[in-house]
Every structure is written in C-alpha cells, then in structure tokens.
C-alpha cells in the first residue's frame, strides 16, 4: 500500500493505477487471494499444492501481489527458503474505476479485469442452488427490478456498501461463530437488450 492511499474503511478507494489492475486481472493471483483471504496465511508451496502449480510460479505471482500492496509476507513465521504469506491491511471499499479513469490505452485491462471477476461470479452463482439446499440460512438471494435515476442509484449503491461495512468484520475481530460469506451486488439497465 502506497503511503499516500488511505485505509480508511468509510473512504472508497479507487483502483485507477493500471498495474494494479494487471496485478489482479490474472486468475491465479485472484485465487491465491481468495484463499489468503478466506484461510489465512499459507507458503507459495501450500498454495502450488492447492492450485495445481509449481512453486516457482506460485512464488512469482505472490511477488506481483506483494509489489502492489496486495499481500505482505509474515517475517516472523518465514524462516529459510519457506515464505508464509498474508493478505495486507487495505481499504475494504475498494472500488473498480470508471473507463474515463483510465487512459484509453489502459481500459482493456480494466475489461479483463472485469471479466475475469464476473465469471468467478458466474461460478458462484452455479453454486448457489446446493448452498441453498443445504443450508438456507447461510445462502441468501435477492433479485429485483427497481426504477431509480442515476443520482438515487448512486445513493442506493454507496448505502449498500455502507451497510456491508457495518456488518462485515476483519478476519481478526470476527466472532467465533462468523464464517466467511461471498457477497455480490450489481445493476445493470433492464431496458437494453
């Protein structure tokens, strides 16, 4: 994290830069920070295991994360070759750009950004019958069709992330009956085909 980026939870932060996006614009990256996130700390061996991948490429991967300010190593359990490895201390509002925040030669990556996280999403939501079935209570689904202008959707959109603040808690101040949850929200025109 740059030290002029605020981590400040009520304050959006932007993911404008362009080789932050690239960083996480890649599906392994994205994986390996799910599971730090979800799991914990784990070594570029731990997660090559999980993943399929060699060590070597879960190490350099893991540096990209790192360089952007994305993960950070845990020095007190690393000792040797053997790395362990954590998410960093980052806005938890982070906020995707628009594609007039980006020079023009750089809204491509922010596309495949964009796509690659929307067929995660996809991926969930394949899941979501199985979850509902064995668990209703941890399985939550809403759909709807509303009317808003643009001002009142920009109203509604930052109260929602208001209210996942308010209710989400760091993995370190989580109740011990908390689990982590995947939660998505989004809009799109009903109106165009």
Known sequence: MKEDET???????ILDDPDRLKALAHPMRRRMLTHL?????????TLGELFGAKTGTTSYHLRQLEKYGFIEEIPERSSGRE??????????????????????????VLGEFLR???????????RFPAAYRADPDWARGSR?????????LNE?????????????H????????????????????ADEP
């Not at 981590?7 to 932060?13: A, I, L, Q």
């Not at 690659?116 to 394949?126: K, N, P, Q, S």
């Not at 949850?181 to 989004?186: A, E």
């Open 144 to 152: 709807g069709l509303a009317r808003m202008t643009k001002e009142e």
């Open 37 to 45: 996130n979800i799991h914990g700390p784990a070594t570029s061996t």
């Open 116 to 126: 690659i996280g929307f067929e995660e999403d996809r991926a969930l939501m394949e």
């Open 7 to 13: 981590k400040d939870d009520h304050e959006p932060f």
């Open 156 to 168: 509604f959109y930052n109260a929602y992330i208001a209210l996942l603040l308010k209710y989400s």
């Open 83 to 108: 790395r362990w490895w954590r998410r960093a201390e980052i806005p938890r509002d982070m906020r995707f750009p628009t594609p007039d925040q980006l020079a023009p030669e750089d809204r491509a």
């Open 170 to 189: 760091r993995p370190e101040d989580a109740p011990p009956d908390a689990r982590p949850i995947y939660v998505r929200f989004f809009t799109l025109p």
